[in-house]
């Protein structure tokens, strides 16, 4: 197997840009199905806000299962056929509601059982891409190459949606849709055609799959860094998502935005996302890790209080809505990469997948549960009370924090798994 010999080499490493360039395609599609799936509900087939809520509940929902999938991934021969079956299932399902929509009429049922689809297929491509990075990557590279990563899907949040509002707003949500379609199967093509080793190595765990995954959250449970944070990342998602099953109606009916003015505002807002990545080491050098984990998680939340107060023209509005989502972007970046430093210097090398698959089922599996009500409680008190429960909520997350070995953590090398 033929591998990039140091980092600076993967500009030069054909099979890596390749799959590089299929996954920030892919990206990219992904960010026009989050502004036209909601909005195709709201516009097109007025739904309620439980129904949307529901909506982006069931994009969320396969998570749930992710730790099983992830524990039968581990012992699939080939993790790149199960890529591949995984962009090719999605790609279909999204397919489904322009053929539909040119054909005869979209229903919410549909754009339920597409989510949910949509949704499944993103659990088998993400517990079957890391053995695959593995294997593509040399380890002296896996800085640069998940920063690379990590770049085209910021600048994908940043470009996205400006241009899936400008889309659905000229072609209708429905026919933009055939955008992401075609970034699958560019993303399917891709991979594809990028050929590693897959021979196994070494000695996979032979215990049962319900031991492993048992192993897996008395583990997470026991660790006095893990526990703690992944409680305090759990209780930040549950309240976003009670804000974002109803953010796309907020702007579109309370606000009265267009989808081009939803996604501007939207693609603007992201620019804090680079801004947050960037100062995310220097402030934790400053002021301490564990501090400004604390620090993240309100700047990740507490923005969005503002969100009823907003008013004035369209211009106005699409501003104040931009500078919310600059700041809470800036945040997420402060906490997500520091906390995910840290739970990478405690968990051992050889419970990294069972304890990974762990915090992907709580953590994004509370997502649906925090949409759904999102959307019930907006339908029962309104918009602005709902907005208002998820930023005080989510700003009071770092409370889990208070006490721990988390808070006091200055530098993530001085951590070691063994003593953790």
């Not at 754009?111 to 499944?120: E, F, R």
């Not at 660790?223 to 409680?231: C, F, G, I, K």
């Not at 400053?286 to 209080?305: E, K, Q």
């Not at 997420?332 to 050889?350: E, H, K, R």
Request: hydrophobic share 55%; proline share 5%.
């Amino acid at each position: 197997m033929t591998r990039a010999a140091a980092p600076r080499r993967l500009w030069r490493d054909r099979r890596f840009t390749t799959y590089w360039a299929g996954d920030a395609v892919s990206t990219m599609g992904d960010r026009i199905s989050e502004l036209a799936l909601p909005l195709i509900a709201v516009s097109m087939l007025q739904a309620s806000a439980i129904q949307v809520g529901l909506l982006v509940a069931a994009v969320w929902a396969p998570n749930l299962l992710s730790v099983v999938v992830g524990a039968w991934v581990e012992h699939r021969p080939s993790k790149k056929r199960l890529m591949v079956i995984a962009n090719l299932i999605q790609a279909a399902a999204i397919a489904s509601l322009p053929i539909t929509y040119l054909v005869a009429e979209v229903t919410m049922a549909q754009l339920y059982a597409v989510a949910l689809v949509q949704g499944a297929g993103g659990v088998l491509f993400a517990t079957s891409s890391q053995p695959f990075f593995v294997r593509l990557v040399p380890k002296s590279a896996y800085v640069e190459a998940n920063s690379l990563l990590s770049g085209s899907r910021s600048a994908s949040f940043i470009v996205g949606p400006a241009l899936g509002g400008t889309l659905i707003q000229a072609l209708t949500a429905p026919i933009a849709m055939v955008i992401d379609a075609v970034s699958f199967l560019v993303s399917a093509c891709a991979i594809r055609s990028v050929h590693v080793d897959e021979s196994p190595v070494g000695t996979q765990d032979a215990g049962s799959l319900v031991r492993r995954i048992r192993s897996g959250l008395q583990f997470v449970v026991r660790q006095p860094y893990l526990w703690p944070a992944l409680r305090c990342v759990t209780t930040c998602d549950f309240f976003s998502f009670i804000l974002f099953a109803v953010l796309i109606l907020f702007a579109s009916r309370h606000l009265g935005l267009s989808p081009g003015a939803i996604g501007l505002a939207f693609g603007v807002g992201a620019v804090g996302g680079l801004l947050g990545a960037t100062l995310a080491a220097p402030l934790a050098r400053r002021i301490g890790t564990g501090v400004t984990i604390a620090v993240g998680s309100v700047a990740f939340s507490a923005p969005f209080l503002f969100l009823p107060l907003i008013s004035g023209s369209t211009v106005t509005k699409c501003a104040a809505l931009a500078s919310v989502q600059f700041v809470s972007s800036a945040g997420v970046m402060l906490f997500d990469i520091n906390l995910n430093s840290v739970q990478t210097a405690v968990i051992p090398d050889g419970m990294r997948s069972r304890v990974t698959g762990v915090f992907g089922t709580i953590n994004y599996g509370i997502r649906p549960l925090g949409a759904a009500i999102g959307g019930g409680l907006a339908q029962l008190v309104g918009l602005g009370p709902v907005i208002a429960i998820s930023a005080v909520g989510g700003s009071l997350a770092f409370l889990w924090l208070l006490g721990t070995p988390v808070l006091r953590v200055r530098e993530v090398d001085d951590l070691d798994p063994a003593e953790a």
